[in-house]
């Protein structure tokens, strides 16, 4: 039964890669005041976290209010024309601030900061820091440079950093769910992508640092954490001997160690049985059958993958350099079906009206989806990025109005396909994390079930950091809706 209209994807939804989050308040005396806004992915919220850190080492601490900050940073995303000029219009509400309060420091950090580099001083004259991913530690320095008047630019990306030794500061959090920052950058190049020029070279973190922030975390009351990286699949670590702990046991020889991602989430899995991992991105070139194999070993790895498929098309799929083609991907899917079953979730990232996508080859993305039926999807109208490979080779040449049609395509499939699947779920019992109250009603409580999706049901007795068996008996395309229930099925 479907109990409300279809409404999963709205525009938040659909644009979920630039929704906007704001650093919380500290309360705290005698410390400068940094107001840290971040846009776009997973990603860069946890890289606002890292930053937090290394700015609370230098004596600042957060604000939620730009109105009593000392400092503001923009976290920033280039992925689509859209999130910069958000950025854009943001800085021109900062720049009335700034007339009121000369002294106030203003910076741009991240992916956009990376692409424009020393233009956007020239561009934005507002800013006074331009900082790129690999720069964070360097902030401190930063500020006091531009405090002194003058602008100071740090945008090398290096090949090392991966921050493993900083704690992050957990922002927005509801205590329960945290990331976990596995690897950072991309050696991929699709060629719509700038992450790979923005966020350089591919390195994976040290593994036992992974470990222990996830066993930090679950001593500190959180009870899942999702593992992060733009191609999570991909991720490898390498030792030479003397680096490993004893007390850590993998060791493949007796000069080197290796690990890969299937056994990095066994790691994590072992923390403990309480403590839910989740990942995300996979890459559909790189997910494995032993990534498959460890996910179903484990019943606290989440039964969820997120496999940006782009397109349903292989001359398209070619041109976008995914290198996969459609019935590689469909192979992948069936494989996840075989070992993790019909109820694993699975959800993907499409573009539409990428550079010479026919009527014909649009078809196909929308085949895909009636094959795969995906629980979730984000979805976006091709934008050129500037430096691309496909900006350089190919012309953008499909309209905006035919992008936007076929955008509205592909959100219609999935709209049916969400509530397809959420139905699936009726009459069944989830096992449900409780992340907190429910957003329309303080007598209920929402967390999700393994396959990600929100459910909500009477509060009773049961508090935040429980795990409950909840029944479901309704749901609309967005929400399950059920009763906590004592008795769990064998
Ligand atoms: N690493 C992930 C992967 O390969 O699936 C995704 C990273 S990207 C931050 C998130 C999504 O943004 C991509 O999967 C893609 O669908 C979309 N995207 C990237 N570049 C784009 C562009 N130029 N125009 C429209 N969407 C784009
Ligand atoms: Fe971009 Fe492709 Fe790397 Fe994802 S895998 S970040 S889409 S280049």
């Known amino acids: 039964m479907i109990t409300s209209t279809l409404k999963i994807l709205s525009e938040t939804d659909k644009e979920a890669c630039e929704i906007v989050k704001v650093s919380e308040e500290e309360l705290t005396v005698d410390k400068k005041r940094l107001f840290i806004e971040s846009y776009g992915c997973q990603m860069n919220f946890s890289d606002s976290e890292i930053v937090a850190a290394v700015m609370r080492n230098a004596d600042f601490a957060t604000t939620s209010s730009e109105d009593g900050a000392d400092v503001i940073f923009l976290n920033t995303c280039a992925i689509r024309d859209n999130a910069e000029q958000k950025v854009r219009n943001r800085l021109q509400q900062l720049n009335n601030l700034k007339k009121k309060r000369p002294g106030l420091v203003i910076g741009v950090l991240g992916c956009m900061a990376e692409r424009l580099k020393t233009k956007l001083l020239e561009e934005e004259k507002m800013v006074d820091i331009v900082a790129g991913p690999d720069a964070y530690r360097d902030l401190p320095r930063l500020v006091e440079e531009a405090e002194t008047g003058q602008k100071a630019v740090n945008v090398f990306l290096s090949r090392e950093e991966t921050y493993a030794d900083i704690s992050p500061i957990r922002l927005n959090s509801n205590g329960i769910t ?112 032993d990534v498959l194999w460890t996910m179903k070993k484990y019943e606290n790895i989440c039964k969820y993958i997120h496999l940006p498929a782009q397109s349903g098309n292989s001359r398209v799929l070619k041109l976008m350099n995914r290198t996969y083609d459609r019935e590689w991907y469909v192979q992948k899917i069936d494989r996840i079906r075989e070992i993790l079953g019909e109820e694993c979730g699975i959800s993907t990232d499409m573009i539409t009206g990428f550079c010479t996508e026919t009527e014909e080859e649009h078809q196909d993305t929308l085949t895909l989806m009636e094959y795969v039926k995906y629980d979730y999807a984000y979805m976006f109208a091709y934008s050129e990025r500037p430096g691309t490979p496909a900006a350089k080779k190919y012309k953008d040449d499909i309209p905006e109005d035919i992008k936007k049609r076929r955008l509205q395509e592909v959100i219609a499939v999935q709209l049916k396909h969400s509530a397809e699947r959420n139905q699936l779920a009726l009459g069944k019992v989830h096992k449900v994390l409780v992340e907190g109250p429910s957003k329309r009603s303080d007598a209920d409580l929402c967390g999700r079930n393994d396959q990600n999706k929100v459910v909500v049901f009477p509060r009773e007795h049961y508090k935040k950091g429980d795990y409950v068996h909840v029944l479901v008996t309704e749901c609309s395309s967005a929400t399950l809706i059920g009763k906590v229930v004592e008795e769990v099925p064998a």
């Open 178 to 289: 945290a990331y976990i920052s596995i690897m950072r950058g991309c050696d991929n190049m699709c060629s719509f992508c700038v992450v790979p020029y923005t966020r350089g070279r591919e390195r994976s973190r040290d593994p036992f640092s992974i470990v222990e922030e996830a066993r930090q975390l679950f001593a500190e009351g959180y009870r899942e954490v999702t593992l992060l990286g733009q191609n999570v699949d991909s991720y490898k670590w390498k030792s030479e001997k003397g680096k490993i702990k004893p007390q850590d046991e993998i060791v493949e020889n007796e000069n080197v160690t290796t690990v890969n991602f299937a056994q990095l989430l066994e790691m994590v899995a072992l923390v403990s049985p309480d403590l839910r991992v989740r990942f995300s991105t996979s890459h559909p070139k790189d997910i494995t059958d």
